[in-house]
């Protein structure tokens, strides 16, 4: 059964080398990427992101990432940590 | 044996902190999850930590992973995250008696058959910082084959006796005697605590001598300035590998002509000494066997 995005949730920090991504609630899956580095590596930044949400089967969710710099793993783990904060209920 | 002169913290939620960790010259790097990491962050530390042990390559440097305590809320989903092939060995803090490391060592397992990883592999180091940990440290040391190295938690020992940490560090004598001597009759490494101000060299090196006197075979550091510093003071002299190369060649001259004594500089060197000589020799990465 697919995960649902239950509230709105965030992860990571403007830091160097580091991105802030927010997830939301949404009818289908969206991806906005923010990077200094988004001509070389944006399209890189979503397919990652897309990789993980398949991964997880989770159904709808927007995606707002600004990214600085940020290497492969950190995308993974700040998405991840992001999207398992999103599932929990608003009181958790 | 591995080289352990020093052990670079490094908080576990700094992406650009954790990547570069193994590049300034520490023999080991300590992944924190416990103490540099705020409450409402635990879970963004773990998960980046888990990403980076298993697509980062941290070359041969030793890498350890700092959980909390077993008994927070946080431990065990800590080392379930981090059990990972490239992990060599968890730091337990607040380690006070010896079932404290033998839970830890038995959740290992547990995760190593879990994994496929190989059983025994990942080593702990039990970090003392409580006054029952200083007065059970053999035990701790003793507590699992997986110990091999025991260290000291100065800030919270300090806290934890009702005492204020000093630059002379008297009142941290008493523990750090302990802790070597567990350390030693142990036959397992002794690291000692960090030193807090990243800006005084010569206090760091002062207290590098000390502890080293004492029987400390390295040191945490908190800043990769320094780590020069304490490897500088944990590496062999040249004098102290000129005198064991002596005493090392005297060694395999005496047992090669069947002779049961030692004689260096005139004077009769006892079996201990020589195998301090070899330990030296081997930190300094001579090769004696000739």
């Known amino acids: 059964m697919p995960l649902q995005v239950k509230r709105i949730a965030e992860a990571g920090s403007l830091e160097s080398g580091d991105l802030l991504v927010v997830v ?7 991806i906005e990427v923010t990077s200094s580095v988004e001509r070389q590596f944006g399209d890189r930044i979503r397919q990652i992101v897309s990789e993980v949400i398949q991964s997880m089967s989770v159904s709808g969710v927007s995606v707002k990432i600004q990214d600085r710099g940020a290497l492969d793993y950190v995308i993974m783990a700040r998405l991840i940590t992001a999207l398992r904060r999103s599932f929990e209920d608003e009181a958790a | ?6 052990m670079l913290y490094v908080p576990g939620n700094s992406p650009s902190m954790i990547q570069n960790a193994h590049i300034y010259g520490a023999d080991s790097i300590l992944l924190d999850l416990e103490d540099s990491v705020p409450l409402e962050e635990k879970d963004a530390a773990r998960e980046l930590v888990r990403m980076a042990l298993s697509y980062l390559n941290f070359e041969d440097v030793e890498v350890t992973v700092r959980i909390n305590p077993l008994d927070t809320a946080f431990g065990v989903d800590d080392l379930h995250a981090v059990a990972l092939p490239m992990l060599d060995a968890v730091r337990l803090p607040k380690a006070s008696c010896p079932e404290d490391v033998k839970r830890l060592s038995d959740l290992l397992t547990e995760i190593e058959e879990e994994n496929g990883l190989e059983r025994g592999r990942i080593h702990i180091h039990p970090m003392i910082e409580t006054a029952v940990g200083v007065e059970n440290a053999f035990l701790i040391a003793r507590a699992s084959e997986r110990v091999d190295a025991i260290t000291i938690g100065g800030q919270d020992l300090t806290a934890d006796m009702g005492v204020v940490k000093t630059e002379e560090g008297v009142e941290l004598l008493y523990p750090r005697m302990r802790v070597v001597m567990a ?62 190369l002596r005493i090392v060649k005297a060694s395999l001259l005496a ?15 006892d079996l201990p000494v020589v195998k301090r000589a070899k330990r030296i020799l081997m930190l300094a990465g001579v090769d004696f066997d000739v």
């Open chain 2, 1 to 6: 044996m591995r080289l352990r002169r020093s």
């Open chain 1, 24 to 30: 939301a609630p949404s009818e289908g899956v969206s």
């Open chain 2, 183 to 244: 350390a030693k009759a142990a036959g397992i490494d002794a690291l000692d605590t960090v030193y807090a101000d990243v800006n005084d060299a010569e206090g760091l090196k002062k207290e590098a001598l000390m502890v080293k006197r004492l029987g400390f075979t390295g040191k945490a550091a908190i800043h990769p300035n320094q780590i020069g510093v304490i490897n500088g003071v944990f590496s062999p002299s040249e004098e102290e590998v000129e005198e064991a």
């Open chain 2, 255 to 269: 047992s090669k002509e069947g002779k049961g004594v030692v004689v260096v500089d005139g004077k009769m060197v």
